[in-house]
């Protein structure tokens, strides 16, 4: 396997089509940082340069490394990271009451430094929610149309 770079492009097959995603950080203890794309396709387009301007759907912590060198997901490219996508984003993180499974005091996370915000606003809920998922969570979440602000725990 070749060496993993920022700004490989991952191809994701699901049993609903292929889903794209791509590596923009690698943070310390989390990982790898991935962006995954909105748009299903039937197949690998001709262009790929077209599926990293498409919107993305959430982002997440994957142990990226491991899935390509197991073969769970393929590197098919690596391209320049658009200046929206090279800022680290912000993460939320909180635990959920043991009863009702919500969280009622959300934090907030910018790669270093975390603040308490409590209850979240309705974009708020948007932000991406701190973890590091394995690829069957990650395959779940995609064909689900999972995305942050329906989580269980919001």
């Not at 197991?70 to 690596?78: D, E, P």
């Not at 090279?86 to 635990?95: A, E």
């Not at 995609?142 to 602000?149: A, K």
Request: hydrophobic letters at 40%.
């Amino acid at each position: 396997m070749k060496r993993l770079k920022i700004g490989d492009l991952i191809e994701i097959q699901t049993n609903i089509g292929i889903f794209y995603a791509l590596y923009t950080h690698k943070h310390r203890m989390y990982g790898a940082l991935i962006r995954i794309f909105d748009k299903i396709y039937e197949r690998r387009p001709e262009n790929l340069q077209g599926v990293i301007s498409e919107k993305v759907r959430f982002s997440t912590f994957f142990p990226l490394k491991a899935a390509l060198s197991k073969g769970i997901f393929v590197a098919v490219g690596n391209y320049v990271v658009s200046p929206e996508l090279q800022k680290f984003p912000i993460f939320r993180s909180g635990t959920p009451d043991q009863k009702t499974k919500k969280v009622k005091n959300w934090w907030f996370w910018d790669g270093e430094n975390e603040w308490k915000v409590g209850e979240l606003n309705q974009e708020q809920k948007k932000i991406p929610i701190r973890g590091v998922w394995n690829d069957t969570l990650l395959i779940k979440r995609i064909e689900s149309g999972w995305l942050p602000e329906n989580d269980i725990t919001t």
